[in-house]
């Protein structure tokens, strides 16, 4: 019996070392849709199209992503606000790092394949935006941070975003050089990746100090 404890314990520290591990490769996996590396890397590329003289891609970029985080962002403050009037079964709180991830990181497959294929950019843009989601959703229900449906939420209004941006911008001009683009999106993800802003502390913040959704407290 006495040699069976150590044998015992030490099979009990290995699960729970192979289970740290993997949760430390899902936190990897969910840091690239943190507001720290997306917030900038969105403002990055509108900054590129302005300045590359791309006025309609600026203000698609502008208008379908920016839109798409806007409606993420009001949705998660009415949630915090009125959670308590809500239906238990209606998504209040849509995944911001689902949404964000496909629709930025999408957005900028999309522009790319655009430059290269123009004919199937729209459906090529939908799907990578799709799997986009289904990666950082799946990580964020590993975290237990959403439930399914707020992860649905989250990643359809993320596709919806890219693909508007695809329908918005139209084929990028000649002055826009997408070696460029995608080099300043490497930089950006790979100086920012790993850092977290404190979203949830800030919108719940927002939420009870601002009119109409303080209205709900």
Not at 5 to 14: G, K
């Amino acid at each position: 019996m006495s040699s069976d404890a150590p044998t015992s314990a030490t099979a009990e520290l290995f699960v729970l070392g192979n289970l740290q591990s993997s949760l430390a490769d899902v936190v990897r996996v969910t840091d690239f849709g943190d507001q720290a590396v997306v917030l900038p890397l969105a403002i990055g590329v509108a900054l590129i199209f302005a300045l590359s003289g791309w006025r309609r891609g600026a203000l698609a970029w502008t208008a379908a992503i920016g839109g798409a985080l806007g409606l993420v962002l009001f949705l998660k403050l009415r949630f915090v606000a009125c959670d308590q009037f809500l239906p238990e079964a209606r998504p209040g709180n849509p995944s911001g790092h689902t949404a964000a991830a496909a629709a930025v990181y999408g957005g900028l497959v999309a522009i790319v394949m655009r430059s290269i294929w123009d004919r199937w950019a729209l459906p090529f843009t939908v799907a990578i935006a799709i799997f986009l989601a289904v990666v950082i959703g799946e990580s964020r229900l590993i975290l237990d941070t959403h439930s399914m449906a707020e992860v649905v939420v989250g990643g359809a209004i993320g596709v919806g975003g890219a693909a508007s941006f695809v329908v918005l911008a139209g084929p990028p001009l000649r002055s826009v050089r997408m070696l460029r683009v995608v080099a300043m999106g490497l930089l950006i993800v790979l100086m920012l990746y790993g850092f977290r802003l404190p979203a949830e502390a800030a919108i719940k913040s927002v939420a009870t100090n601002i009119w109409p959704f303080s209205e709900c407290i």
